[in-house]
């Protein structure tokens, strides 16, 4: 009886520590896959055709252009950018890079529901992809724009991924930020931020519906 009791108590005390040792590998497991990045500009100019060669305008065969064909701030954007399966919720203050617009039609081309905030002011300067990306056509439906028409400027700087990851930080989507200044973003699929950010943009979606603009004359 006495040494069936302490066979018990050791099967018991193995089983609570597996159970235990279990646990502790699953949360490390799921802290080595959580994204947590940062990337600081100015980037280099690099050779990102590889990633974007799906859109159909990079050549078939390796880019032969003189850049450099390396990792950098710009291609660690754009490849977790191109990361989305099913929608890309964008809001941008400035957006004139080519290559940033090029991912974001990409996406669209995908079937990934792409919807953009953007400044009033700013969308109408020259070189801004805002135009271009209303103008791309899939299946009759362009990319979802929607402005401020308030006095300040729409500020904000962050993109949420299949609302589970938020992509956020100084940058502006302009060459002159990306290749120039000294800008930040930072990467993260912690769902407090992630999910605080998709309620922002919610709420700066619905505040932007077109049927509640007043400045458009017939």
Not at 35 to 57: K, N, Y
Not at 67 to 90: G, K, M, N, V, Y
């Amino acid at each position: 009886m006495r040494g069936g009791w302490w066979r018990a108590l050791l099967a018991a005390l193995l089983g609570v520590a597996a159970e235990a040792l279990a646990g502790w590998l699953l949360r490390r497991r799921r802290e080595g896959s959580a994204v947590r990045e940062a990337l600081f500009f100015p980037s280099r100019a690099t050779c990102v055709e590889a990633l974007l060669a799906e859109e159909g305008l990079a050549p078939p065969r390796p880019c032969a252009c003189p850049l450099p064909h390396q990792e950098s701030p710009l291609s660690r954007l754009l490849a977790r950018l191109l990361s989305a399966r099913s929608s890309l919720d964008l809001c941008v203050f400035a957006f004139s890079s080519p290559q940033l617009r090029r991912a974001v039609v990409l996406l669209h081309q995908r079937r990934v529901r792409v919807r953009v905030v953007t400044d009033a002011d700013y969308m109408a300067l020259k070189g801004s992809q805002i135009g271009i990306l209303r103008e791309v056509v899939l299946l009759f439906i362009g990319i979802q724009v929607r402005h401020d028409q308030e006095t300040g400027y729409m500020h904000n700087k962050f993109v949420i991924i299949d609302k589970k990851v938020l992509i956020t930080g100084s940058l502006n989507w302009t060459t002159q930020a990306i290749q120039n200044n000294r800008e930040n973003v930072v990467i993260t699929d912690d769902k407090v931020f992630v999910n605080i950010f998709l309620a922002e943009f919610e709420k700066i979606w619905e505040d932007y519906n077109p049927t509640n603009y007043t400045f458009f004359t017939n």
